[in-house]
């Protein structure tokens, strides 16, 4: 048995990002380990690694995101299908048939929290796609090298880079517009009594994470080095602010705002960090820290979709509990009350 390896914050890890501008390292070992293969038949020849071959933690990581990512889309489908099936008049009034079940402007939070959710897993099956496709994991862990990277290294990694990795980003800003609108504030454009604010400027922040996930995406090589590192810079501070304008407009959950609040100091303490160390030459601790950042990406977001679960179910349980332990009228005819009071005032 031969094993060959390349040692870590080596030159030659440069030189094959270089050459992978025109021909990708993986590309090159697949060509190798068929000639080798064909000039040795009766042996067995593996010079790369792939998704799922050989099967170990990364291929068993990604078959388990592979499964929420899928659970999340059935429930985003059924969120959808539920709001489709409430007329828009509603609004904060109970159904009539069940005046238990969510109203219109609660199952429109349940979808908001529902797409993050997707964002937010979709997420976390890029990153690790992106690990398992890297074509000497066997030998070297992907997490010492940096998403740039990886993407050179493998055809597959960058095409699923360049084309999920936009797909994935869109999820804040439409969560972002469901809830804001829910709210009943303006989207980008101000209208009568609904002026701009500290929302519009995350929702604009937001809408530029898809732009920049793709910039960062097209920018992996070896001439645009720099060009790339200064996108995922840019591209990680605006997914912090957009988490920021998300959770400062929670009715309900501020303990989801001192979450949010913490994981992006967090956040913005591994950036510094990433920083330091890779303007000092230290590539593996660099890539180590970027990968802590890129995790805490989605990280948030799921802070931020548990929150808004919360916020959406917390009033229509308390006004369930009330009334279910109340004597003095119909459990029904107490929901109905409960939930139009605020229309009774008006």
């Given at each position: 048995r ?9 030159v ?12 990708p390292?993986g590309?090159f ?5 068929a000639?080798?293969q ?9 010079c ?6 050989p099967?170990?933690?990364f291929?068993?990581?990604l ?20 709001v ?11 159904n ?13 939070d349940?979808l908001?929290a ?13 990153l ?6 890297f ?19 493998s ?5 699923l880079?360049r084309?999920?990795g ?10 972002m ?19 701009v604010g500290?929302?519009t ?14 910039a ?14 200064l ?18 407009y ?13 994981g992006?100091m ?10 330091s160390e ?5 590539l593996?601790r ?7 950042c890129a ?6 977001g799921l ?9 959406s ?6 006004v ?10 119909p ?16």
């Amino acid at each position: 048995r031969v094993v060959l390896t390349l040692e870590a914050e080596r030159v030659i890890h440069r030189l094959l990002w270089a050459v992978g501008d025109a021909s990708p390292p993986g590309q090159f070992l697949a060509s190798v380990e068929a000639s080798l293969q064909a000039r040795w038949p009766h042996c067995r020849v593996r010079c790369r690694d792939d998704l799922v071959r050989p099967p170990n933690i990364f291929s068993f990581v990604l078959l388990v995101l592979t499964l929420l990512l899928s659970w999340s889309f059935w429930a985003l489908a059924h969120a959808v299908a539920a709001v489709w099936a409430l007329p828009p008049e509603t609004g904060r009034r109970p159904n009539h048939d069940d005046p238990s079940q969510p109203t219109r402007d609660e199952r429109l939070d349940l979808l908001a929290a529902r797409v993050l959710v997707c964002g937010s897993l979709a997420t976390f099956w890029l990153l690790h796609a992106l690990a398992a496709a890297f074509p000497l994991r066997s030998l070297h862990s992907p997490f010492k090298r940096d998403l740039g990277c990886l993407c050179a290294y493998s055809t597959r990694a960058l095409r699923l880079c360049r084309l999920l990795g936009p797909c994935s980003a869109v999820a804040m800003p439409v969560a972002m517009a469901i809830r804001f609108d829910r709210l009943g504030l303006p989207l980008i454009v101000p209208a009568a009594g609904r002026p701009v604010g500290l929302h519009t400027a995350a929702l604009l922040s937001a809408t530029a994470l898809p732009l920049l996930t793709a910039a960062a995406a097209w920018s992996v090589r070896s001439s645009l080095y720099s060009h790339h590192q200064l996108l995922i810079v840019l591209l990680f501070l605006a997914h912090l602010g957009s988490a920021l304008g998300f959770a400062a407009y929670f009715e309900m959950v501020k303990w989801a705002v001192l979450g949010a609040s913490a994981g992006v100091m967090v956040a913005f303490y591994l950036l510094a960090k990433y920083a330091s160390e890779f303007t000092s030459v230290s590539l593996v601790r660099a890539a180590k820290l970027q990968w802590a950042c890129a995790h805490m990406v989605p990280m948030v977001g799921l802070i931020l979709a548990a929150a808004l679960e919360v916020e959406s179910g917390f009033a229509r349980a308390l006004v369930d509990f009330i009334c279910e332990t109340q004597d003095i009228m119909p459990t029904k005819m107490c929901i109905r009350l409960l939930r139009n009071a605020d229309k009774c005032q008006g």
